[in-house]
């Protein structure tokens, strides 16, 4: 089975970590888009495996055609609040943010 987290700050990090220490998937897809950056965080992740003693593959992406034949999506991607930002911003920022992603999963991984 594998497991998407769209979203690879602290929140996603730990999710994809915690679902491959556990095995709960055969491959971690960890995606985001500051370029390089899931790509750095799984290969962290992936090279601790033995010493962990896991064998759940992690491998991260800029672009959702990884995410494709994923059984499980989880969306952990968002805007944190801003000085000055209100709380509707917020919400707008983040309603975009999610709306996007969700188009994006649907259109790849389904």
């Known amino acids: ?57 992690l491998f991260g992406a800029n672009g959702y055609e990884e995410t494709a034949g994923s059984a499980v999506t989880v969306i952990t991607a968002g805007l944190a609040r801003k000085p000055g930002m ?4 917020l919400l707008a920022k983040n309603t975009e943010i999610i709306t996007e992603v969700v188009e994006n999963v649907v259109k790849h991984s389904l």
């Not at 679902?19 to 971690?28: D, F, G, S, T």
Request: hydrophobic share 40%; proline share 3%; no cysteine.
């Open 86 to 89: 209100s709380r509707d911003d």
């Open 1 to 57: 089975m594998k497991v998407s987290v769209i979203g690879a700050g602290h929140v996603g990090e730990n999710t994809a970590r915690r679902i491959a220490e556990k095995e709960l998937a055969e491959e971690v897809a960890l995606v985001d888009i500051v370029e390089g950056m899931p790509q750095g965080k799984s290969l962290d992740m992936w090279e601790s495996a033995p010493v962990e003693g896991f064998d759940t593959h």
